[in-house]
């Protein structure tokens, strides 16, 4: 499936499933984004469904990565109090890298420190979405 085939409803559906999930970050970043690389975050409600999409681009520098994802994750939630996050890594390249892990278990600790909630990362790269493996989610 792509984002050609969302169901019409998708917008009122949470962002639980992989498959529904891959098809919006595929609408969401296109392929200039996924050539040149960044973050596909998609800020959810408090019912898991859409509320903004937001691409960061570029690669998030190692030095101060940490900080830098606590100002993002911060930015991205109602008041710095509460939040809930899709994320896509994405890049050209095929493959899960280092880098790759490494960004997501800052992600992962970022969330965990700032008590946001952070239901599932994916990387997207030039064909292909994988989800990562994350916490699952409460019952």
């Known amino acids: 499936m792509t984002f050609k085939d969302l169901p019409p409803n998708w917008p009122s559906q949470p962002l639980t499933s992989p498959d529904l999930v891959h098809d919006v970050l595929d609408l969401c970043v296109n392929n200039t984004d996924r050539v040149k690389g960044g973050l596909s975050v998609l800020v959810l409600r408090d019912d898991l469904t859409l509320a903004q999409p937001i691409f960061v681009k570029g ?11 606590k ?27 280092d880098d790759d892990r490494a960004l997501h278990q800052d992600m992962i600790d970022v969330c965990a420190e700032l008590g946001f909630r952070l239901v599932s990362t994916h990387l997207l790269c030039d064909s292909a979405t994988v989800v990562l493996p994350v916490a699952r989610l409460a019952a």
């Open 59 to 69: 690669p998030l520098p190692r030095l101060d990565r940490f900080e830098t994802l």
């Open 71 to 97: 100002s993002l994750f911060r930015g991205c939630s109602r008041d710095g109090l509460d939040g809930a996050f899709v994320v896509g890594i994405v890049h050209e390249a095929p493959g899960l890298s």
